[in-house]
């Protein structure tokens, strides 16, 4: 803490500190902080440079003048501000509260110079307007400034403050998908944008939008979007050039100020000025021995003039001030500006910049020339074994890589990050195209990629593998800023004309990751690709298994039971059998029996589930309990009630999770949780309305711990939401709903959306709310073009009564009668007994004079009910029943027969149904 305001140190630093501190006063040699910070580590001179400099920056200390830590020149540090030993270490710790992620901004390693009023006018700017763009030259320092003026937002905004670097980008349709990995959103989408805006519409958060100028009509575009539709967001972008938004405020960061040529300079004036202070302290990070003096003061003006206060253009300078000095740094600079004038005339920034990267890199060393080039076919950040991956071949080792990216980082040509426990690095976008086209002027570049890409494979390996051992938050911090690599590297490689076999092995291995960062519409688009024609010779049968069933569970849980999804899952399941994998044939019976029984096929369904259970023949106990999740929902449809709660209690008793070898990935929802919401369901049906309940808020539960995002659509579209309906809770009922919708929305999963309608609009007839009845339509033909049949039946019912109640009496029966004509062409009757009843209801509400045919529906619904033993539907048609007869007059069977039903029951007295029911009959028949 700095007074109240919390200090914000990496992982390392922290350690390090720890170490100064338990010897304040002491030299604390770099090998005794290697060795306690990095324990049986070997540790490169510059991770350690690196992690103090960041350190350094988060205490506000400089290095010529240390507050804190003091440098002893050749053996070591020593932490110099006073000390006072406290016994409260253990309580406090114990008061600490474990910290949410709010934010994503990295631990700045280096102090900002001459910033502050601009940090501060900006921050003040977004306190009262909604978007901020920082613009000016390459190399300027918008990012800097931008991250700065971020880092104060940290615990001001409700949702976060998340920043989206664009720079790696080179296809601009991402841009949506790289806001959605950030800022937390798992996409599953053809319309990732929408799914984006959706997700964003009730947050408060800050978005950091960096380095737009590349993507700059798309990055406009979705910012446009944003803006208007979610207000609670604010966006602080940096770019070359203005977004030209409508409310965009427009900020240009100049160059730092530096001395003019006229002013008569002493070393103490010239450190008055930015530029000059930036140099000095970028000179003294590389020669701890520097110090300006008076003679060389105009000379750093000079040479800060010449680079126009472009920050990373004097930072590049400052870097060679052990090789030449200042006077020999000038005298080099000076020819590299004055060739690159001949050529162009008047000098601008970009140029200058240009001109400034271009010098550096003719001064560096062959081995850190090759060293940068190659580097920069990172789309992102990388840690120091990437690199070394990369970079090494038979003319370099990895020794000389590493010593070389220490180096290139002290030059200020790659930057150096603290996140957590480690040091990420990273190109920064103009070093990165200068050194992209070296890269490639060498003829070095499609070398350099295919190692990028081969890497990338052994990146996704590891990511699986931990798939299997992290908790979620942690591995999406290890892993999931690996995105843009992965991209990169399987876009270059369906590009090239030799590397189609490499294209399918980078698909094949991204799929569980692209399950992990939930890009599942863009896994799908790849695995397109990699099923295409072209690619059949780079395929061997495990591909083609994995691509098949990989298409079809992204396309189910998507767009819907469409024909592709059958398809697909069919001839994975052939090529799982000729292979003879027992997981894999359970996957994909998985998937068709999830297909058939959306469809409404509930035969068909439990057809695949026996086969589901042929399988425990060859000692796959585990695929007993997925057939019974199968044949039970299927069953429980059929209406044979009894047999399916047989089924569903036998995988809902079973232990929680279940093993599943890294190559097996399942895009589909958890078999036992979706077996709970079936049972609910059957439960209040046979009449037991508290253990219906039990099991709903126990699947919620669970669903919520998993990772699986339809679980918690299905939990609380298909589960809680249904449950909340069936015993009156309305309230609870909207709640679920919308829960679900802003589950499904934030997923873009557009089909569950759609189902959602269906519920809402019911609970809408419930409380008498009023309904759109052409939105109704166009989501009901949604769901029906979806191919999802297993609950449009109910959703059409609920149509015809919301025409009914508006006026058109024939229309609405028409949808009524379509609906139970649906039901019994699938065999999926549990449902007539209850769209019966409603039926009986339209038809005595629009037309009193037809009573009788309303009485005909509810002895209908009654016998039908009795026969599936629904006793719950049961009673609600008595209910109907004797409501109808005592408006004329009474009847005596029917008074009986709601008696009967209701001593039936043994439970559930408190919720909404059986507290009618017995209302209906303390009131008795004079009502």
Not at 259 to 277: G, N, Q, R
Request: with cysteine; proline share 3%.
């Amino acid at each position: 803490m700095h007074g109240e305001q919390p200090v914000r140190i990496g992982g390392r630093a922290l350690d390090i500190l720890t170490v100064l501190v338990e010897h304040a006063g002491e030299i604390v040699s770099q090998d005794e902080l290697r060795s306690r910070v990095w324990p049986n580590t070997f540790v490169e001179d510059g991770n350690l440079k690196v992690n103090m400099a960041g350190l350094r920056r988060a205490l506000g200390d400089q290095p010529a003048k240390p507050r804190y830590i003091s440098t002893v020149i050749g053996r070591g540090y020593r932490f110099v501000a006073p000390v006072e030993v406290s016994d409260l270490a253990e309580s406090i710790t114990e008061s600490v509260p474990a910290l949410e992620r709010t934010h994503n901004l990295p631990t700045a390693t280096v102090r900002i110079v001459g910033r502050d009023d601009a940090i501060k006018s900006l921050r003040h700017e977004l306190e009262n307007t909604r978007l901020v763009s920082i613009v000016g030259a390459g190399g300027v320092g918008k990012t800097t400034v931008a991250l700065a003026v971020a880092e104060q937002a940290i615990g001001q905004m409700r949702d976060g403050v998340w920043f989206i670097d664009l720079a790696a980008l080179t296809d601009p349709s991402l841009i949506a998908s790289a806001i959605a990995t950030t800022s937390g959103l798992a996409a599953h989408s053809a319309n990732i944008q929408t799914a984006v805006i959706e997700f964003l519409r009730d947050r408060q958060m800050l978005l950091l939008l960096d380095s737009c100028e590349h993507v700059i009509e798309p990055a406009a575009a979705i910012v446009d979007r944003i803006l208007a539709e979610a207000v609670g967001v604010r966006i602080l972008a940096t770019s070359r050039e203005p977004l030209r938004v409508r409310g965009e405020r427009v900020r240009r960061l100049p160059g730092l100020g530096a001395p003019s040529e006229t002013m008569a300079l002493t070393a103490a004036k010239a450190m008055d000025f930015p530029a000059v202070e930036l140099f000095v302290e970028r000179a003294v990070d590389r020669l701890e021995t520097f110090t300006l003096s008076d003679a060389e003061a105009p000379l750093v003006a000079e040479i800060c003039r010449k680079l126009d206060g472009v920050a990373l253009a004097i930072e590049l300078a400052a870097t060679r001030i052990d090789a030449f000095g200042v006077a020999g740094l000038l005298a080099r600079l000076d020819d590299r500006l004055r060739l690159l004038e001949g050529h162009r005339g008047n000098i601008e920034r970009h140029r200058t910049l240009s001109a400034t990267i271009d010098w550096s890199y003719g001064v560096l060393p062959l081995s850190e020339r090759v060293v940068m080039r190659r580097l920069a076919v990172f789309a992102g950040a990388f840690g120091l074994g990437s690199a070394i991956a990369v970079a090494t071949d038979e003319h370099i080792d990895r020794v000389e890589v590493a010593q070389c990216l220490a180096n290139l980082v002290s030059k200020s040509l790659i930057s150096a990050e603290v996140r957590g426990s480690e040091v990420e690095y990273r190109q920064l976008d103009s070093t990165r195209a200068y050194a992209l086209q070296k890269l490639a002027e060498e003829g070095e570049l499609e070398q350099a990629r295919q190692r990028h890409a081969v890497h990338c494979l052994e990146l996704l390996g590891q990511a699986n593998n931990d798939a299997e051992k992290l908790p979620n938050a942690d591995w999406l911090s290890r892993h999931g800023g690996k995105v843009d690599d992965i991209r990169s590297a399987l876009r270059w490689a369906y590009a090239g004309s030799t590397e189609g076999s490499l294209a399918v092995k980078l698909t094949v291995a991204s799929i569980p990751f692209g399950k992990q960062v939930s890009l599942v519409e863009e896994c799908r688009e790849a695995v397109e690709l990699a099923l295409e024609e072209r690619f059949r010779p780079h395929r061997n049968t495990r591909d083609d298994l994995l691509l098949n069933l990989t298409l079809g569970a992204t396309l189910l849980h998507t767009r819907g039971p469409l024909v592709r999804v059958k398809a697909s899952l069919t001839k994975a399941l052939g090529i799982a059998e000729e292979l003879g994998d027992v997981d894999l044939q359970l996957e994909c019976l998985r998937g068709l029996s999830e297909f058939e029984l959306w469809t409404g096929d509930s035969h068909s369904a439990i057809a695949v589930a026996e086969k589901m259970r042929a399988l425990t023949l060859k000692g796959q106990a585990a695929a007993a309990g997925d057939a019974d999740a199968q044949a039970g929902s299927a069953l429980s449809w059929l209406g044979v009630l009894a047999a399916a709660r047989q089924r569903l209690e036998r995988i809902v008793q079973r232990p929680v999770g279940r093993h599943l070898r890294p190559d097996v990935v399942r895009f589909e929802f958890d078999q036992r949780l979706t077996a709970q919401g079936a049972l609910a369901t059957v439960l209040w049906l046979q009449g037991f309305p508290d253990q219906a309940v039990e099991i709903a808020r126990r699947q919620l539960k669970e669903a919520e711990a998993s990772n699986y995002a339809v679980s918690l659509c299905y939990a609380l579209l298909h589960g809680s939401a249904i449950i909340a309906m069936y015993i009156r809770d309305y309230e609870e009922a909207y709640r679920y709903l919308e829960l679900g919708v802003q589950h499904a929305t934030r997923h873009g999963l557009t089909i569950w959306r759609a189902m959602a309608i269906g519920p809402r609009n019911r609970l809408n007839l419930y409380v008498g709310r009023p309904i759109d009845l052409p939105a109704f339509r166009e989501t009901l033909a949604e769901v029906r073009d979806g191919g999802f049949r297993m609950r449009y039946p109910n959703y059409l019912t609920n149509y015809g009564e919301a025409l009914a109640r508006n006026g058109d009496l024939e229309g609405g029966l028409a949808a009524i009668d379509e609906a139970i004509a649906l039901c019994r062409s699938t065999g999926q009757v549990v449902g007539i007994p209850e769209i019966l009843r409603i039926k009986g209801n339209v038809i005595r509400f629009g037309d009193p004079t037809a009573w009788e045919r309303a009485v005909d529906c509810y002895l209908q619904s009654i016998e039908l009910a009795r026969d599936d033993r629904a006793l719950s539907w049961e009673l609600r048609s008595s209910m109907s029943l004797v409501k109808l007869w005592r408006t004329r007059g009474g009847n005596g069977a029917a008074e009986e027969m709601l008696r009967s039903v209701h001593e039936k029951f043994t439970e559930g007295f408190l919720t909404g149904d059986l507290r009618r029911a017995r209302a209906l009959l303390d009131a008795g028949p004079s009502v």
